[in-house]
């Protein structure tokens, strides 16, 4: 399947490939996946970016928030993924609990994730407050992206799921976290659900690529979580949304199909048995 774009060609997308594309200004393409099966796809598609999110704590695992997933069920994830992708650069999510606080632990789980699962980078939550860990991990040659906006391990703080840094204040803190991100080395940066002339901003004066899910069409790239972008969840309608298919619908048919075939004796047939 052909896409365009002057990195197309490229065998293994790296940090270094990202920076390149900002530079260039070909837009980078980031989708969530979870599993070896999806990862194969995506791949063959010449996505640039997979990342194991912890949204499989939503999508993956039926719970309300992020925040349950644990370290090794992100394991499981991200070396399936890593099992199946040859070209994209794979990221994977620290999950809660893993990071905050405790720089060493940080460490620790950043490191769990390089060697067990395989995987290119880490991404984590936050701003000023996980600077430490974000140094301390860096320092050990992990390359970290960073997730600013919308945070949803915070959403026990923030009490909703609305759009972030409307007020001044916020944006500033955002600005500034960005900046802050930027020169402790992190290699790209997630903006979650934030005015889109905020996103512009942020891209224009970094000099990092900067992905959006909800933050308009100015910044470097833009990320979306398989499950909605398919239409396998169809419960969560944000406005970025956009959804290119309601595959739920197609499987429902499918097995439909095949109950009825088994039920009316249909399946299998002749040519369908030994
Ligand atoms: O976990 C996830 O899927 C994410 C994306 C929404 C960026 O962090």
Redesign the pocket.
Known sequence: MATSGSFRNVIKVTTHVLQEMKLKGEKIAML?AYDYSFARILDSTGIDVI?V????SNVMAGHSS?LPITLNEMIYHGSSVVRAVKRALVVV?LPFGTYQGNSKEALNSAIRIMKECGADAV?L?GGKEILESVDRILSAGIPVMG?LGLT?QSIHKFGTYVVRATQPDEAAKLVEDAHLLENAGCFAI?L?KIPARLGGQVTSELRIPI?G?GAGSDVDGQ???LHDMLGITLEFSPRFLRRYHTLSEEIRGSVTSYINDVKNLDFPNEKEQY
């Not at 999110?53 to 499989?56: F, I, L, N, R």
């Open positions: 969530t990342l999110g912890d949204s499989a992020t999510d991404k939550e997730h949803p997630v979650e992905i899910i990320v979306l979580v």
